[in-house]
């Protein structure tokens, strides 16, 4: 098998060996320390406040933030130069991943570590960086980021926001609206994207909230999230000294972007945390809750909901840390190209861009299901606002809309794929011209090896011919047009997300089987054989839903895809139950290792 490549995308036409990806139970104790310290801080500050979430205190998030910042952990990712403790991405994400049990906090806590600090960090010139991040890594100043408007969401690059030089030329002056700026209310620094004169492209500023001319409105009534403040901001001639501008002129959409993915990829982290909270409220409450005379942990329809709450926050959690991984090995080889880290984290994460859109469609919706069914596991009583699953439902409904909408991601996956193809970044379209050479000529059946892993991995060589054969047919209909056709590049994103998840969960089961003999390793094996099963039928059925529209040869293209999705049949049921059943007998999440 060939080793991993530092390119992003390519998991869609290379093999890997499990010897070649990270896994979280190789967090050395140092990183443990941190996750530990995270951990307490959620477990003993926030949550045994969690009612006040809903009650629009912003006090009582600066509390939070200050008192995050004192123990450290605003400042994982800033380098020691600027107070910072300089740890690698692999640990900033872990940070991530335990904030996110902390409900709204860690929409604060990410906002304010992420796009709130991270445009200076990647971006400032050393002035800027040594005025601005020590306060920012100690929670003196909290951060926060401005971009999207009213009539600028998705397309951020149409804001209409403007900046004019002064006529001493010692201002920027700013003028315009800015919405749903996380932070927004408390934040003392602000990240803001305008347009210089008629520039087509932002530019972007770095502003303080005592500035002359800059406004807010007031928080947002949120369905959800309800204790992060989500205001308005307003600049009405507001004066920003021309040394705050924040990169070159006219490089904020590239700023914005490259933000985006970091964010994209912290939220596919962030809901780990938070779907591990929510599985442990649920199966204590199918342990606790009788009906029929005994528990409904014993029903087969709850057991069947708690199997796949835990299956896909593992599987979710196996991609993370493998594509932190990547992110990381990829700064230390830009690094060693001659790259200053700043500008090698910018480009790893770019490199990246696909796996972060990937994990951040993929995490948000695992989560969405994990919540959903908890509530429904508590049945009447979980639609109660007096009850703490009440209140993730909501707060994780924004997941979904939030660092781009998970439809704008989809496109980001699939279209971002097929273009690196075709500008032969990745060799894409010579591994879809062979699976399209040998595609009317495939046996009845696929012969499936006896030996577990390498079936296996069979199942995800094949899901990526299958992923191939309809980009080779989308390229052949549509040409260069082909990011017209939403629908079919949706399908397209769905077989790339769920072979990719399939893969990354494969390689860490293997890995924890044939290095760390797992104690677990039985009910583990259990989980990939669900979910591998699960994937052959999402990625058949996707393909078949873009088959029908791409051609009308439909009897052959029909044959390979049943033949690149066939998986050997097992009793998922029995599966699923013993999943179910090692749940309850520990009454919590019990696959955590660090």
């Known amino acids: 098998m060939e080793k991993q490549a530092l390119t992003g995308g390519e998991f869609l036409i290379k093999d890997l060996d499990y010897q070649d990806i990270f896994i979280p139970e190789e967090f050395n104790e140092e990183q443990k320390m941190i996750a530990q310290t995270c951990r307490d801080f959620i477990h003993n500050e926030v949550l045994p406040r969690w009612k006040e979430m809903d009650d629009h205190n912003p006090e009582l998030m600066k509390q939070w933030l200050k008192k995050a910042g004192e123990l450290g952990l ?153 204790a992060s403040s989500t205001v308005q901001v307003f600049f009405n001639n507001c004066k920003v000294p021309v040394e705050n501008l924040l990169g070159k002129r006219g490089e904020g959409f590239r700023i914005a972007l490259n933000i985006l993915n970091l964010g994209r990829i912290k939220l596919g982290a962030n809901v780990i945390g938070a779907s591990k909270r929510i599985i442990d409220l649920s199966v204590q409450y199918a342990n606790e809750r009788k009906q029929f005379r005994t528990k409904i942990a014993n029903f087969g329809a709850i057991k069947y909901k708690l199997s796949e709450q835990v299956i896909r926050t593992f599987a979710n959690e196996s991609a993370v840390y493998r594509a932190s991984q990547n992110i990381e090995d990829a700064v230390q080889m830009f690094m060693q190209q001659g790259m200053d880290k700043g500008k090698a984290q910018v480009e790893a994460q770019r490199k990246f861009a696909i796996e972060a859109a990937i994990l951040k469609v993929y995490g948000s919706e695992a989560h969405d299901f994990v919540v959903d069914e908890a509530v429904q596991i508590h049945g009447g009583i979980g639609f109660s606002a007096e009850m703490e699953v009440s209140m993730a439902y909501r707060d994780s409904r924004i997941n979904r809309i939030f660092e781009g909408t998970n439809e704008i991601n989809r496109m980001v996956v699939a279209d971002t794929m097929i273009k690196k193809g075709m500008k032969k970044e990745i060799a894409l379209l010579a591994a879809a011209e062979e699976v399209w050479n040998q595609f009317r000529n495939l046996p009845e059946k696929p012969q499936l090896p006896d030996e577990y892993y390498e079936r296996n991995h069979l199942y995800i060589s094949n899901f990526k011919k299958a992923t191939q054969l309809i980009t080779k047919l989308t390229i052949e209909k549509y040409g260069r047009k082909f990011s017209d056709e939403q629908e079919i590049l949706t399908a397209l994103a769905n077989m790339m997300i769920q072979l990719y998840i399939a893969e990354s969960l494969l390689l860490r089961v293997e890995k924890l089987d044939k290095k760390f003999s797992h104690h ?75």
């Open 74 to 226: 605003l400042a994982i990712s800033i380098p020691e130069e600027y107070e910072g403790f300089g740890q690698d991405f692999v640990t900033s994400m872990l940070a991530s991943d335990l904030m996110g049990a902390g409900y709204s906090f860690s929409v604060a806590f990410s906002a304010h570590t992420g796009i709130g600090s991270l445009p200076i960090m990647y971006y400032g010139n050393e002035e800027q960086k040594r005025k601005y991040l020590p306060k920012l890594a100690t929670g003196e100043w909290i951060g926060a980021y401005c971009l999207t408007e009213p009539g600028a969401g998705s397309d951020a690059n149409s804001g209409t926001t403007r900046a004019t030089l002064s006529e001493d030329g010692k201002y920027w002056i700013l003028n315009g609206q800015k919405m749903w700026i996380t932070n927004g209310g408390i934040a003392d620094v602000y990240t803001v994207f305008a347009k210089i004169d008629n520039d087509r492209i932002l530019s972007a500023f770095i502003v303080e909230r005592g500035f002359e001319g800059i406004s807010f409105g007031q928080e947002e009534d949120k369905m959800g999230i309800r």
């Open 520 to 594: 677990h390793i039985d009910i583990i094996k259990d989980i990939l054989d669900v979910f591998m099963f699960e994937s052959a039928k999402i990625i058949r059925d996707n393909g078949l839903d873009a088959l029908y529209a791409l051609t009308d040869d439909i009897d052959d293209f029909k044959k390979a895809l049943e033949y690149y999705t066939s998986v050997k049949p097992f009793d998922v049921k029995a599966a699923r139950r013993r999943i179910a059943d090692k749940l309850i007998e520990e009454n919590r999440y019990f696959l955590d290792s660090y």
